[in-house]
């Protein structure tokens, strides 16, 4: 079993810059990708973006492509999202995912709780 707990959210205003985190415990995660979705009030929860083990190889919506970063520490046991330019339209509950493959997972296995961002105008 693995379980993952996020940190980081809150409230900001445009422009603004924040760090999410999530920390993984349990089974040995190192051979997995890990993802990090959001999902807005009313709206279907939506990739944003994944990296590989190694961490060599790092994916991106086109919707927050050169404002947020994924990175990962396997050492820590830890993936974060480094997010710039925040936007109003980034605002969710923002989650992080654990899954296998040789590419991006289209089944992810494991789930965090969710940690809020709001982005005010």
């Known amino acids: 079993q693995v379980q993952l707990v996020e940190s980081g959210g809150g409230l900001v205003q445009t422009g603004d810059s924040l760090r999410l985190s999530c920390a993984a415990s349990?089974?040995?995660?190192?051979?997995?990708?890990m993802g990090w979705f959001r999902q807005a009030p009313g709206k279907a929860r939506e990739f944003v973006a994944a990296?590989?083990?190694?961490?060599?190889?790092?994916y991106g919506s086109d919707s927050v492509k050169g404002r947020f970063t994924i990175s990962r520490d396997n050492a820590k046991n830890m993936v974060y999202l480094q997010m710039n330019s925040l936007k109003p339209e980034d605002t969710a509950v923002y989650y992080c995912?654990?899954?296998?493959?040789?590419?991006?997972?289209?089944?992810?296995?494991?789930w965090g709780q969710g940690t809020q961002v709001t982005v005010s105008s």
């Open positions: 995912a654990i899954g296998r493959g040789a590419t991006v997972p289209t089944t992810w296995d494991y």
């Open positions: 349990g089974r040995t995660f190192t051979i997995y990708y």
């Open positions: 990296i590989n083990w190694s961490g060599a190889n790092t």
